[in-house]
């Protein structure tokens, strides 16, 4: 269990903003902040991990004290059982894939979760390369099972693939949910990517200027309509034909493109660019097998 | 999208799975949906609920059909139609409630539809969708 509690005057580009937010996490939670840029999103992870101060703030990690401004308590980063991953990469150069791994290693942790992530991330084959020779998508597989060596509470992860394309943002995912699962981290994920955001987290924080507006689900989150319906897309509509009397709406949904009907009415709320659910019932799609 | 609004009448449950009655004014919609009382809060009799279907799942019939295993039959008046060459959209109206249709043209044809005309409006139980009212 997390307890956070943090105020901070931001500066920003519009002038002075307060942070002042207040969120519990439960352990093996898969947490997603989401909002636009200059939220405070970034900030939270950093009060966390110890790397900014705050006015006030609360922090409690499994019933550890990190940070208490009322009684001048703050855990050094150090003492931080987190693990960090940015959207750089931020490796040693100098260092293979396997050292890399062996330096991020504490006094006392177990050396034979270095060989576990080389084989969890699929990285055993590349285990003696520098970093100038690894793909993006491998460099971050490398950050994250570097994040991930001294089996943190927390694994803070600022916006890892956003500078990936899609396919490699797709196994990154896995590898990430794959991570989360065997290690039962507690994950927050600073994202923008809704297909990602559905994927990967059990809970979402919408964060607006500083201040929570919305949290719980990403369905409940994310979607107006409660919709009892079972399967359910988010996406973002990419074109609208008119055929006939009816519309053809093509939504992007992840690397997939989908068709829906719509009516004339319908369509005056829609125009491309806009996200949407696309919603039909467990009834309708078929399923086949693919070789 | 068709939306109407109506309360749970009963809930009959078999492990994952219930079937649902709603009463909308007079009709009796049942949708059969993968919620139970235990998985949604929203989900109890007497609780005011919004319907959904899809203007394209709403079959129309002329005359009461006999032995047919679609269970929501509703009795609508034919507002308005707009014919394409493919399609045609049909405004149905029953009570104070709005519902559209679409259909094939050549359907339009065959079945000689007319503004005015009295149809059935047949949506299958699995193509019924709700959601709590807020």
């Known amino acids: ?291 | 999208m068709n939306i109407l609004s109506g309360n749970i009448t009963s809930i009959q449950g078999s492990e994952s799975l219930s079937l649902v009655k709603i009463a909308v004014e007079s009709n009796t919609f049942t949708a059969i949906i993968i919620d139970t009382p235990e998985s949604e809060a929203y989900f109890k009799i007497g609780n005011t609920v919004k319907v959904y279907f899809k203007e394209t799942e709403v079959i129309i019939a002329k005359n009461e059909p006999l032995n047919i295993s679609i269970q929501n039959k509703i009795l609508c008046k034919i507002d308005s139609m707009k014919q394409g060459e493919i399609l045609s959209e049909l405004h149905l109206s029953f009570g104070e409630f709005n519902i559209k249709s679409l259909i094939t043209t050549n359907a339009c044809k065959t079945l000689n539809l007319k503004n005015g005309d009295a149809v059935l409006a047949l949506i299958k139980t699995n193509e019924v969708s709700l959601s709590p009212n807020d």
């Open chain 1, 1 to 291: 269990m997390i307890k956070f509690y943090a105020h901070k005057t931001l500066q920003t580009a519009d002038g002075k903003l307060p942070l002042d937010v207040s969120f519990s996490v439960e352990k093996g939670q898969f947490i997603t902040i989401y909002g636009n840029s200059g939220a405070g999103k970034t900030t939270i992870l950093r009060i966390l991990a110890g790397l900014t101060d705050t006015e006030k703030s609360l922090i409690e990690v499994e019933g550890e004290c990190w940070n208490n401004t009322d009684k001048k308590i703050i855990l050094p980063i150090q003492k931080r059982s987190v693990g960090f991953v940015f959207q750089d990469y931020a490796l040693f150069p100098n260092l293979t894939v396997r050292e890399n791994l062996e330096f991020a290693l504490q006094k006392g942790n177990d050396k034979n979760i270095v060989n576990e992530l080389l084989e969890l991330m699929e990285l055993q084959s590349l285990q003696n390369s520098k970093p100038q020779h690894l793909s993006g998508g491998q460099k971050q597989r490398v950050a994250l099972a570097r994040a991930i060596v001294r089996k943190p509470k927390i694994l803070l992860l600022d916006e890892p693939l956003s500078a990936l394309d899609d396919e490699m943002r797709f196994k990154l995912q896995d590898y990430i949910l794959k991570a989360h699962q065997q290690y039962q981290l507690t994950t927050i994920l600073v994202s923008h990517h809704l297909p990602e955001i559905f994927k990967l987290s059990t809970h979402v924080i919408l964060l607006d200027k500083g201040k929570i507006l919305k949290e719980g689900t990403p369905s409940f989150v994310f979607s107006e309509e409660k919709i009892s319906s079972k399967f359910k897309l988010t996406g973002e509509i990419i074109a609208i034909e008119k055929s006939d009397v009816i519309y053809i709406v093509s939504v992007l949904s992840g690397s997939n493109i989908i068709k829906v009907i719509a009516t004339e009415d319908e369509i005056m709320e829609l125009k491309v660019g806009v996200k949407v659910l696309v919603a039909s019932k467990a009834f309708n799609p078929m399923i086949q097998k693919i070789s």
